[in-house]
């Protein structure tokens, strides 16, 4: 079993260039979330995606949409990117019907903005 | 509004010694309780949960957490520290309702463990 799985691993942008960030579940799984964990700080939740619709969102603008595609595989776009944007993406993933089981979680894209 | 609450940034112990790392939340209901360890450029590994039942829950590497509802704490314990032990470690909690365990973390910030050999 490869666990979560995140590409890429390492990015470098620019200010107001786009970005996407790529997550494969874990095996079994059909539930992924985003979240985003700034230097310093614990991760914060971006949105959560279920049966290729987003489920929750957290507090973050609409710079910031996703995508899950058929396989439960899933993407995190963000556009327009500011400074602010700088920080390791972690995915998570998990099996909706799993009511008590935890979330995986991938190794994280670390991105910077230049 | 919901949040976790970690009161120290680094907690020292020398290795041999038992270690307690703290946390308090702020969650309405019957929230699921997590604690996640992250190594250097690593993502996060699950350690323990707590969902219902006895307050004492066991994990991996030899970690266990007290669960006390009347503190709102979820406290991540070791009997005998390991230097390998250290690590930055994230209690978290899922709120009760949509989704379960698979519903939205939300993290404290974060702390620093430091195990002395």
């Known amino acids: 079993d490869a666990g979560v799985t995140q590409s890429p691993t390492h990015l470098i942008k620019t200010r107001g260039q786009q970005v996407t960030l790529r997550c494969s579940p874990k095996s079994g799984h059909d539930t992924v979330s985003w979240y985003q964990q700034a230097l310093g700080q614990g991760p914060q939740f971006i949105f959560q995606y279920y049966e290729e619709e987003e489920r929750q969102r957290g507090n973050f603008p609409d710079r910031f949409s996703g995508h899950q595609f058929p396989n439960y595989s899933s993407e995190l776009n963000v556009n327009a990117l500011l400074l602010g944007d700088s920080a390791l993406y972690l995915c998570?993933?998990?099996?909706?019907?799993?009511?008590?089981?935890?979330?995986?979680f991938g190794p994280g894209t670390r991105l910077t903005v230049l | 509004a919901q949040s976790v609450a970690q009161p120290e940034d680094q907690v020292n112990v020398a290795e041999g010694n038992p270690l307690t790392v703290k946390c308090t939340y702020s969650v309405s209901g019957n929230p699921y309780l997590f604690w996640y360890v992250q190594y250097p450029n690593r993502g996060l590994q699950f350690l323990l949960k707590y969902i219902t039942g006895d307050n004492l829950v066991k994990g991996s590497y030899g970690f266990e957490a007290e669960f006390n509802k009347s503190q709102t704490s979820f406290h991540l314990k070791k009997p005998s520290a390991l230097v390998s032990d250290s690590a930055l470690y994230f209690c978290a909690v899922s709120p009760p309702g949509y989704g379960g365990a698979t519903n939205k973390l939300i993290f404290g910030t974060g702390t620093l463990l430091a195990v002395q050999p």
């Open positions: 998570a993933s998990s099996a909706r019907q799993a009511f008590y089981n935890e979330q995986f």
